[in-house]
């Protein structure tokens, strides 16, 4: 079975632009999470969604942070204008009804 | 609210040694407990899970972790240490008592680097 999908795996911009992270969940999951890993900060959850519902965005650092569920196996994580401190590790991960979470391999952040 | 800590940032054992990695939690109940690892330029991959039941438990790549509640401690082991499970390891804690919106989510540990000398 396919794992966690992610894209792009990595990503170099210049500050101010629109950056926009994508994630396909593992097929019937319906929690999906997004994350954020830094060596300062460790491994940060910025939002989870439950059946494509946001559920708890309290991680979200600033407004310029948002995320979508269209359906069940698409989310993306958008940046609005970026700027160098958002580099870091993005991750999505799924899970069904029962734990453990199952991680993509992330996508690598680089704000110029 | 939930926390939990791995007190040491990196290990160092020999090839066929047994190695131990340190994970404790504060939670308000019983707590559900994970072990993750991560590889370079890789997602966390998961190890293993206690939730109830046995206090040792038996989980991907001859690891396995036991659950003290006393000391409220849950450290993964090995009893044979390979090269290639060197990698940053991952402990994490989730609050089944914690009804709140953030009720599904886990709380990471700050990860320990394991290094197996060959």
């Known amino acids: 079975d396919a794992g966690v999908i992610q894209s792009p795996r990595h990503e170099v911009t210049e500050m101010g632009q629109e950056v926009t992270l994508r994630c396909k969940p593992i097929s019937g999951h319906d929690y999906l999470f997004w994350y954020r890993q830094t060596m300062m900060r460790g491994l940060e959850l910025l939002i989870y969604f439950n059946n494509n519902v946001p559920i708890d965005d309290s991680g979200m650092p600033e407004d310029r942070f948002s995320a979508k569920m269209p359906n069940a196996s698409f989310s993306t994580l958008k940046i609005q204008p970026s700027e160098p401190r958002d580099s870091a590790v993005y991750f999505c991960?799924?899970?069904?009804?029962?734990?453990?979470?199952?991680f993509g391999d992330g996508t690598r952040l680089s704000i110029l | 609210a939930q926390s939990v800590a791995q007190p040491e940032d990196q290990v160092n054992v020999a090839e066929g040694n047994p190695l131990t990695v340190k994970c404790t939690y504060s939670?308000?109940?019983?707590?559900?407990l994970f072990w993750y690892v991560q590889y370079p330029n890789r997602g966390l991959q998961f190890l293993l899970k206690?939730?109830?039941?046995?206090?040792l438990v038996k989980g991907s790549y001859g690891f396995e972790a036991e659950f003290n509640k006393s000391q409220t401690s849950f450290h993964l082991k090995k009893p044979s240490a390979l090269v290639s499970d060197s990698a940053l390891y991952f402990c994490?804690?989730?609050?089944?008592?914690?009804?709140?919106?953030?009720?599904?989510?886990?709380?990471f540990g700050k990860g320990t680097k394991l290094s197996v000398i060959p």
């Open positions: 991960a799924s899970r069904g009804q029962e734990p453990p979470q199952h």
């Open positions: 206690y939730i109830t039941g046995d206090n």
């Open positions: 939670v308000s109940g019983n707590p559900y």
């Open positions: 994490a804690v989730r609050d089944p008592l914690d009804s709140g919106a953030g009720s599904y989510q886990l709380t």
